[in-house]
């Protein structure tokens, strides 16, 4: 994906965009069900530059299996209560068996090792329920 996928960098919003694609803890990943309805859930991610945005998942999470009869996703951030501070990132995901498993994804460890200690006992027990990397390729970017 191209790095101009990204709203400028020199721009506010440009600014925001990556400010929260860096440290927000938790965005919204968005697949749509075989039914036709979106099927939004909370996630960690991690972002890497230009425009790819990781989320290691559980191996029975149904998300997988709509991604299997469609690729496109959104993810997004929370707003700020009052209908601004929107972004909104739209993209194709797929299953990504090449990347590491998360404890062995230094970038992921220094953001969420102490939340995967704490929701599994240890690193490699967190990686043995996540297992499973997905990767989205924005492809759009929209928000205020």
């Known amino acids: 994906?191209?790095?101009?996928?990204?709203?400028?960098?020199?721009?506010?919003?440009?600014?925001?965009?990556?400010?929260?694609?860096?440290d927000e803890q938790v965005i919204w990943f968005t697949t749509v069900g075989a039914d036709g309805t979106p099927q939004p859930n909370p996630v960690w991610f991690?972002?890497?530059?230009?425009?790819?945005?990781?989320?290691?998942?559980?191996s029975t999470a149904a998300r997988l299996a709509h991604l299997a009869t469609n690729p496109r996703v959104s993810l997004n951030f929370d707003?700020?209560?009052?209908g601004?501070?929107?972004v909104v990132l739209t993209g194709r995901a797929e299953v990504a068996p090449q990347l590491p498993a998360p404890h062995e994804n230094p970038d992921y460890v220094a953001k969420y090792g102490g939340g995967m200690t704490q929701v599994s006992g240890?690193?490699?027990?967190?990686?043995?329920?996540?297992?499973?990397?997905v990767?989205?390729?924005?492809?759009?970017v929209r928000g205020n």
Do not use: C, H
């Open 1 to 22: 994906m191209a790095s101009d996928v990204l709203p400028d960098p020199g721009s506010e919003f440009g600014k925001r965009v990556r400010a929260r694609l860096r």
């Open 46 to 58: 991690l972002w890497t530059d230009p425009a790819t945005v990781l989320i290691y998942n559980m």
């Open 84 to 86: 601004g501070d929107i």
């Open 135 to 140: 990767t989205v390729q924005v492809e759009r």
């Open 122 to 133: 240890n690193l490699e027990a967190f990686s043995a329920v996540y297992s499973v990397p």
């Open 79 to 82: 707003g700020n209560g009052q």
